[in-house]
């Protein structure tokens, strides 16, 4: 299976609030210059007020929580999923296989920088992680899914199990999860989707949902390892 | 059911090593006195040389996630799954329900830390967070659960989905599992076991067993919500 972590709340400082106190005093912390930094609620809360969709953004935490659950799982780490992730810019990072990411958010923070100032880390051989030409619907268009499954509290009702026990016959199918913190995907993102699914009839956390879908397909595909 | 995060790698930096390069420089830098700060390997490595059992310790981060992964299960929520945290140096911290974890690394630290000096966060009611008196075996005698089952690569092995659908029917089973990075339980710790399943080949990180055992009694239980 495909997991998408889309939308994710991951971007670089805009250009248009790295001057922001908020912003100057965390660069001069880090070391960093302000448009080498993640945009980050946690510290930029302030400079956020002035940025469009600013609910969505900023919450790079989410990204790596939910990464650290799905590569942490045996179906990553024995080949069976491939993960990407895609942000509200419409960028696609390729999580390459046998990836392990540091546990420290902060070494997170500088390897996500990093990737997105030079879209590839690291730098020599083996790439573990980069940004791959195009956005979403590229990557669609790609990678040729046999069906696009996004989640979201939009869709029709159906239990995680059901819904993977109907779709592990498929060949490889691609899951959409929000990498973001309230609000629905876009109308774009959902253009390149098949079918929604709501599999609680709350929000829940991404990395809830991305762990428990992981398990759920293992479970349909009879993998107990 | 219970869960405890067990012998968690989770405490303040010990006294003989507060005047290490590596931890004053951190303590400095957090505005922080050496003692009231969470040991982490990130940023203590160095330091940690001298520890005794230092493999195991300083890893407040796999607590972090963990909380993260079963504090946002319909489990939780519902009130279905009562959390501990229990730490190496045998300390029982009780989780009340309806907690939300700062999603912030650095504002868990500083929770954690409060809590560890203080005792019980916030100062103010509704109590979050609570050192209870007594450790691991003390726990166990009061809470009384129906069977306290430790997870580990040690025990026998057992699918996690056969597991849950053995214990279900019991009123409130324990599960311990490990937060810390390597090694295994104490020999104190599995004396208040009272059988050690193992659910994968390899060692899984504590949050995507966590995240997995909940889910498992979940579906067990047949609560699809």
Redesign the interface.
């Known amino acids: 299976m495909i997991l998408v972590v889309s939308e994710a709340a991951l971007e670089l400082v805009p250009e248009n609030i790295s001057k922001h106190p908020a912003i100057l005093s965390h660069a001069r912390r880090r070391g960093k210059n302000p448009s080498e930094m993640l945009l980050d609620r946690?510290y930029h809360h302030a400079a956020m007020k002035k940025l469009q969709s600013a609910w969505k953004r900023g919450?790079p935490?989410?990204t790596h929580?939910t990464l650290?659950?799905v590569l942490?799982?045996?179906l990553y780490m024995r080949g069976g999923l491939k993960v990407y992730v895609h942000t509200l810019r419409d960028e696609v990072i390729r999580v390459y296989p046998g990836v392990r990411l540091p546990?420290?958010?902060?070494?997170f923070l500088g390897l996500f920088e990093q990737l997105l100032r030079v879209g590839v880390v690291p730098p020599g051989k083996p790439t573990l992680l980069k940004v791959e030409k195009g956005g979403l619907e590229h990557l669609v268009k790609n990678v040729k899914p046999s069906k696009v499954i996004a989640l979201t509290t939009l869709g029709k009702p159906k239990?995680?199990?059901?819904l993977c026990e109907e779709l592990v016959h498929l060949s490889e199918p691609m899951f959409l999860i929000g990498g973001f913190p309230q609000g629905h995907f876009e109308r774009e993102t959902l253009q390149a989707v098949d079918d929604a699914y709501r599999v609680?009839?709350e929000h829940?956390?991404t990395?809830?949902v991305a762990?428990?879908l992981v398990?759920?397909f293992e479970?349909a595909k009879g993998l107990?390892?």
């Not at 239990?159 to 059901?162: A, D, H, I, W």
């Open positions: 946690s919450r935490d989410i929580i650290l659950e942490g799982t045996p546990r420290s958010y902060e070494r239990p995680l199990k059901e609680y009839k829940l956390e990395w809830v762990s428990r398990y759920a479970l107990t390892y």
